[in-house]
């Protein structure tokens, strides 16, 4: 009986679709293609040797949900032998597990996860087509793995200070009022694919009045692909310290999982700064301000948004004479908007009579002083295979890399791949209500400690650019 679980809900012709153009644009030439009746598909192939003789190959393909255990690469192994091929590959939608992986040790098996096929088709330099790209999105084929490898970053706690903490938010019974009792029933250590984004957004620099040109700041974000969270560092300074945590955020998921026509909505609005209410659909707008993402005000009031910080300053201004040079004032000196402009938009909004407009206000991490570059403050370690369970990919790098890049006006958001963040889950089971049962998430990666990030700063230092010995009082590398 085959286990349906096991698998993805993909179409079938569909799916062997997908195989036998990925396997053609590989490089080899398919012979026959035989269908199981799980869903498995065996592709008979083959190339030519430098002498012109056939190389003969058997390539397995699942669309699998979970890990594939070494059974299948076995029977794999066993149709090698009875068509008489030298070479054989094993392609799945998911991972291969620590037996499989060590079952074709020294064997001219290779083993394709998820990742490796788009890096597979990149490396040979082919070109992902629309009908192949669209399965590949469909079955959360389209991520690269951080620089090629299996990246994870370090867990921070050990398994009896995790037992500890688990065990301090148990629900106990107390006294007379007896409230919900509880036991611990499992404590699981988990990784989530977390997507590194590069996002370069541009800024016009002045320095005492005079225009240096445009400057380019990197920032680089951390979204889980499992459930849409975005991972942010929190500070918190204590007496002769400093100490960080990592929280994360659900405000990207929730613009991701909205209605298409009520993200283009806030698409607009992100790329407009503000609209009339009245060129917005009203249930949209409802929709939006369900979560929190737009502001509705009248226009007898002044919205001020610096284009190269939209979305990370929001201003409502009630435009009164007496405000006007205080307007000014912050925009000149701290935002470094040229004042005519300012004026003008001041002049604008004098005598205007009273209308609905609409504005976007997304709640990002930064604006309550949330660090997003995870890299610089978490120790990482590159693995050899992963021997661990990976969460599911749900959430498409190149869906999320839209909506940064609108949020954050960036000129661009480049996805640098995935690496695993280790996360603990316990599960805890009523001790009065039988089924009943809750789970606890524990984020505790390994921090680097301040010693070796204050190395790198000064080792950093050390080696100025140009750029950084000319215009040491700015931030950022000067783009003319």
């Known amino acids: 009986m085959v286990d349906a679980t096991k698998f993805l809900d993909v179409d ?31 592709v008979h192939a083959k190339t030519t040797n430098p002498m012109g003789g056939e190389i003969i190959s058997v390539v397995r393909a699942g669309p699998y949900g979970k890990d594939v255990d070494a059974k299948p690469v076995e029977e794999l192994e066993g149709e090698m032998k009875r068509v008489g091929a030298v070479r054989g590959a094993f392609i799945t939608t998911s991972d291969f597990s620590a037996d499989a992986m060590d079952y074709v040790r020294g ?41 090629g490898e299996d990246h994870i970053f370090i867990p921070g706690r050990k398994r009896d200070d995790v037992l500890s903490y688990f065990e301090s938010k148990r629900k106990k019974s107390k006294g007379v009022f007896r409230g919900v009792s509880e036991k611990i029933e499992e404590v699981e250590t988990r990784y989530a694919p977390v997507e590194m984004l ?67 909505h806030l698409t607009t609005l992100l790329e407009h700064g503000e609209l009339p209410y009245k060129h917005l659909e009203d249930k949209y707008i409802a ?33 009164t004479q007496e405000f006007f040079d205080l307007v000014r004032l912050f925009i000149n000196d701290v935002m470094g908007t040229i004042g005519g402009d300012i004026d003008r938009k001041l002049a604008d909004t004098e005598g205007a009579e009273a209308e609905k407009a609409v504005m976007a206000s997304i709640n990002m991490p930064h604006l309550v002083g ?76 390994k921090f680097i400690s301040s010693e070796e990030r204050e190395k790198a700063a000064v080792r950093k230092k050390e080696l100025p650019t140009p750029e950084a010995l000319k215009f ?4 950022y590398k000067i783009i003319r």
């Open 198 to 264: 590069k996002v370069t957004v541009s800024r016009d620099v002045h320095l005492e009045g005079e225009s240096l040109g445009k400057t380019e700041h990197d920032d680089f974000l951390f979204v889980n692909l499992n459930n849409g969270d975005l991972y942010f560092l929190r500070k918190r300074r204590k007496t002769g310290s400093t100490d960080y945590s990592v929280e994360s955020s659900s405000v990207l998921k929730e613009i991701m999982d909205l209605p298409e026509e009520a993200q283009e």
């Open 287 to 319: 929709i939006l301000e369900s979560k929190k993402v737009i502001k509705t005000y009248e226009q007898g009031r002044l919205f001020l948004q610096n284009a190269t910080v939209r979305s990370a300053v929001n201003i409502v201004v009630f435009v």
């Open 472 to 475: 040491d009082r700015l931030p």
């Open 107 to 147: 064997k001219p098996i290779s083993l394709i996860n998820r990742f490796q096929i788009v890096e597979s088709l990149e490396s040979r330099g082919e070109e992902i087509d629309e009908s192949l790209q669209e399965f590949m999105v469909k079955a959360g084929l389209t991520e690269r793995r951080f620089m």
């Open 370 to 445: 949330g660090i997003y570059d995870l890299k610089k403050f978490l120790v990482i370690k590159m693995v050899s295979g992963l021997k661990f369970k990976v969460d599911k990919i749900r959430y498409h790098s190149s869906d999320i890399a839209s909506l940064l890049k609108s949020i954050f006006s960036a000129v661009t958001v480049s996805p640098r791949g995935v690496l695993f963040l280790p996360y603990f889950v316990c599960t805890y089971r009523s001790l009065d209500v039988k089924g009943l049962r809750r789970r606890e998430v524990l984020i505790a990666p």
């Open 12 to 42: 079938r012709t569909e799916f062997q679709s997908f195989v036998t153009s990925f396997i053609s644009k590989m490089g080899f030439e398919i012979k026959s293609v035989k269908e199981l009746a799980d869903g498995n598909v065996y």
